[in-house]
């Protein structure tokens, strides 16, 4: 990297956008297991609710093995205390559902053989996850690849994202169009690592220790009275009704995370400031955490206020109640999915995975998140 210089991306003037539009209901979902020797003798209701109890309470399994919901080495079982045995194969189908709105349309800001840069829309999600598994990024991508939204057609190579944005952030997300990209670009991302040297601007050159530099705009209540400053505030896990695997907070016995924050511009009128964040590391929802944790939140965000905690601490608080198809309710408090704040992936910096070469990436910014003197 010694002696790099950044070069800017080229795109086609305007910049080129795919997307299809999404199917009314997607197409469900197969859930295969082994039963294993520990496994052997229980009833089908007892695997189900034991095994997989964050999925749908005790009484929703049960809805989904009278519905027909279970198989058993392909035959369809609807009595709740069949025993299964080591060896048998279990399928839980999950029927099609509407899934909740969200954009398909994604504007591609840089292309090569090796990798694919996208703008991201706000509330769309990357990977599948929770009531999104058919609308994401990953999806547009494969029907991208097979010309056709036939989900049978899956077998044709497509690009796979590197890393990943909150459902609500916009911006620059890049992904891997083979497989050594990808696992170069992904090294990259996970050692994060170095900042951008000298100038921050965005005319600035990459550090020649830095393989991967992420700079974002962020629009915060309140003002901030530095011009710049640093953020270490550790980031860890807590229980949290409605995330399966724990919610990301500020937490002293976390793991360490860094962010440098810049002021852009106050708005004293409108009680928020308009900042650039660069993220030396990158732990889940780092910037909405380490923004709330100096006391200034996302204008907008529903999730975290200041101290970088969620709104709701009431960890204990389990809704039992299930939906039409067995699982749980959608949580009555925020989940870190929620959109309404405001985060713009901006600009990138990266070491080309075969060439070397320094490339530099730049989202266009949306209105509320660009300065009095920048226009799009």
């Not at 010694?2 to 997307?19: C, I, K, M, N, R």
């Not at 991208?144 to 890393?163: D, N, T, W």
């Not at 896990?237 to 995370?257: I, M, R, T």
Request: glycine letters at 8%; proline letters at 7%; aromatic letters at 8%.
């Amino acid at each position: 990297m010694a002696d790099a210089s950044v070069e800017q991306s080229q795109s086609l003037s305007p910049s080129p956008t795919f997307g299809f539009p999404w199917p009314d209901l997607n197409d469900g979902l197969s859930y295969r297991d082994l039963v294993s020797h520990s496994d052997s003798g229980l009833t089908v209701i007892e695997f189900y609710s034991s095994k997989y109890k964050n999925s749908a309470p005790l009484q929703g399994w049960l809805q989904r093995i009278q519905n027909g919901q279970i198989r058993i080495d392909g035959g369809v079982v609807t009595d709740p205390n069949t025993i299964v045995r080591a060896g048998y194969e279990l399928v839980y189908l999950r029927l099609p559902w509407k899934e909740p709105e969200a954009p398909y349309s994604l504007q591609v800001l840089f292309e090569d053989d090796d990798m694919i840069a996208l703008n991201k829309p706000s509330g769309l999600q990357v990977l599948p996850g929770g009531l999104y598994q058919q609308r994401t990024v990953l999806t547009q991508l494969k029907w991208r690849a097979c010309k056709h939204i036939s989900l049978a057609a899956y077998q044709e190579p497509h690009p796979v994202p590197v890393h990943r944005l909150g459902r609500g952030t916009s911006g620059i997300l890049l992904c891997a169009k083979t497989k050594l990209a990808k696992n170069r670009l992904a090294s990259y991302f996970a050692d994060r690592t170095s900042l951008i040297g000298g100038n921050r601007s965005s005319n600035a050159k990459l550090n020649t220790t830095t393989e991967v530099s992420k700079i974002y705009r962020a629009l915060v209540t309140g003002i901030i009275t530095e011009d710049e400053l640093v953020i270490k505030q550790p980031i860890g896990l807590v229980q949290y009704p409605g995330v399966a695997k724990g919610l990301f907070v500020a937490s002293p016995s976390g793991k360490p995370a860094l962010s440098r924050v810049d002021v852009l511009e106050r708005d004293v009128q409108k009680n928020s400031t308009l900042v650039q964040v660069e993220i030396q590391s990158g732990r889940p929802h780092q910037i909405r955490i380490h923004l709330s944790f100096i006391g200034h939140p996302l204008l907008g965000d529903p999730l975290y206020v200041t101290g970088g905690q969620p709104k709701c601490c009431d960890s204990e608080f389990v809704d039992e109640s299930f939906a039409q198809d067995g699982g749980y309710q959608r949580p009555t408090k925020p989940v870190p999915g929620d959109c309404g704040y405001y985060l713009h992936a901006h600009q990138l910096i990266i070491s080309h995975p075969t060439t070397n070469k320094v490339i530099k990436v730049t989202a266009p910014l949306p209105s509320v998140l660009r300065t009095q003197y920048e226009t799009e």
